[in-house]
């Protein structure tokens, strides 16, 4: 995460400060007389506090990091707990019509390219039917690419109704952040915002 690199520089350049006020205090910067020695002693306290200005922004930087962490360690673990079992595409293709015996339903859908680890997760008010077009050229054009290709690919469902989220756009968003879809997969926004 980017929080603990902005951390490590920060505690880097606390350092630096800190060297430079020991050397401070060592040799008064090389000051010479009077006026010398007060503008040494303002020196030596800049360095003192910009060292500790460094090692406090550090340090919030590596708790808000962990929190955000640990924050989406449990996101994860409570949208991978809602998806179904990955199957591949041809036997989502031979289950649809068993899927959809008593209608299509509503919720998020997880294409996860096994071969590449990158996920594609979108929404749909007919999440079998979106997902067939994924499936068949008519949806991601990466996705259908990777499929073409013969990746390995596995695609897991989330029913809206079961989830325990009262959005779509929420749950949508929640599962882009969770499998990571958006940063390193196939999705191009974080979802709908309303």
Same mark, same amino acid.
């Given at each position: ?46 360095? +003192?506090? $910009?060292?500790?200005?460094?090692? @406090?922004?550090?340090? %919030?930087?590596?708790? !808000?990091?962990? &929190?955000?962490?640990? =924050? ?20 989502? +293709?031979? $289950?649809?019509?068993?899927?959809? @015996?008593?209608?299509? %339903?509503?919720?998020? !859908?997880?294409? &996860?390219?096994?071969? =590449? ?78």
């Amino acid at each position: 995460m980017h929080y603990f690199r902005t951390a490590a520089a920060l505690l880097a350049t606390g350092v630096v400060f800190l060297c430079l006020y020991s050397t401070a205090r060592a040799d008064g910067f090389g000051a010479a007389g009077a006026a010398g020695a007060a503008g040494a002693s303002f020196l030596r306290d800049l360095c +003192l506090w $910009a060292a500790i200005a460094c090692l @406090a922004l550090a340090g %919030f930087f590596v708790a !808000y990091g962990s &929190h955000l962490q640990h =924050r989406e360690k449990n996101l994860r673990e409570q949208v991978w707990g809602l998806a179904s079992p990955g199957v591949s595409p041809q036997e989502f +293709l031979a $289950a649809r019509n068993r899927l959809t @015996a008593d209608g299509d %339903f509503t919720g998020v !859908y997880v294409i &996860h390219n096994a071969t =590449r680890d990158l996920y594609y997760v979108g929404q749909s008010v007919r999440v079998v039917g979106r997902v067939t077009q994924h499936l068949t050229g008519h949806g991601n054009g990466d996705v259908y690419a990777d499929l073409k290709y013969g990746d390995d690919f596995r695609i897991s469902v989330v029913s809206l109704a079961q989830s325990g989220y009262a959005s779509l756009d929420a749950l949508e968003r929640d599962a882009i952040a969770a499998y990571d879809a958006y940063g390193r997969g196939y999705n191009r926004t974080r979802g709908n915002r309303n």
